[in-house]
């Protein structure tokens, strides 16, 4: 189980952490990932990172702003997001995968809603 939570609302400019549990299993020898979903919009790839850490990958929309990490002995990914805006309002959602790339990722958690004013 995956359990995303953090988000909120926030003004333009602003920054949030989002996090991600797992529980059940573990997902260390996984690549976890975050995407998000804006209203009438398709769900789209936020980042990701490999299982080891040695590798990250972001959409081009959100690098330089966001930051992805793990910590495997709390089970948990976080997004770090910096100089939000209102094109960031979705409903994010944490994954996890064999590979941190490809569009069918294995497991998926509920998301969390974040809200960006302007």
């Known amino acids: 189980q995956l359990q995303a939570s953090g988000g909120g609302l926030v003004q333009a400019g602003g920054s949030l952490r989002l996090s991600c549990v797992a529980s059940?299993?573990?997902?260390?020898?996984?690549?976890m990932g975050w995407f998000r979903q804006a209203p009438g919009k398709e769900r789209e790839f936020v980042a990701s990172i490999s299982w080891d850490s040695s590798n990250s990958y972001y959409a081009d929309s959100v690098k330089g702003r966001f930051a992805i990490s793990r910590d495997d002995a709390k089970n948990t990914v976080y997004l770090w997001m910096n100089s939000l805006s209102p094109d960031d309002t979705a409903v994010y959602y944490c994954a996890a995968n064999p590979e941190p790339y490809g569009s069918s990722w294995s497991y998926w958690g509920r998301g969390t809603q974040v809200t960006v004013s302007s």
């Open positions: 059940g299993r573990t997902f260390s020898s996984y690549a």
